[in-house]
């Protein structure tokens, strides 16, 4: 079992910047995927960052490629999102997931392929 813990999340004026955490416990993380996921409202939960947890291995949706970064702390069992220029667009609440064990962190982007999900923190980016 994976516990994960979410924060960081607010309101932030188009543009701005934000930087999520994710806190893990419960188990060994080695082999595991760490993965970002949004919801906005009215549409469905989507990819938006993963890192391996081993190597640091990363992919981004396009959406947020170039914006937004996703890193991990070992010895604070903690994954960070990174935020910049944000739009309104990218208003939603974010998930952080995690399972595993997986290889390769670009065919790990649906909600499916994970198990392990924290309860979500709103980010708000007003125009």
């Known amino acids: 079992q994976v516990q994960l813990v979410e924060s960081g999340g607010g309101l932030v004026q188009d543009g701005g910047s934000l930087t999520l955490s994710c806190a893990a416990s419960g188990r060994t993380l080695s082999g595991y995927a760490m993965a970002w996921f949004r919801q906005a409202p009215g549409k469905e939960r989507e990819f938006v960052a993963v890192?391996?947890?081993?190597?640091?291995?990363?992919f981004y949706a396009d959406s947020v490629k170039g914006r937004f970064t996703i890193s991990r702390d070992k010895d604070k069992n903690t994954v960070y999102l990174q935020m910049n220029s944000l739009k309104p667009e990218d208003t939603a609440v974010y998930f952080c997931?995690?399972?595993?064990?997986?290889?390769?962190?670009?065919?790990?982007?649906?909600?499916?392929?994970?198990?392990?999900w924290g309860q979500g923190t709103r980010v708000t980016v007003s125009s």
């Open positions: 890192i391996s947890w081993n190597k640091g291995a990363t």
């Open positions: 997931a995690a399972d595993g064990p997986f290889t390769v962190v670009s065919a790990v982007t649906t909600p499916t392929d994970y198990d392990y």
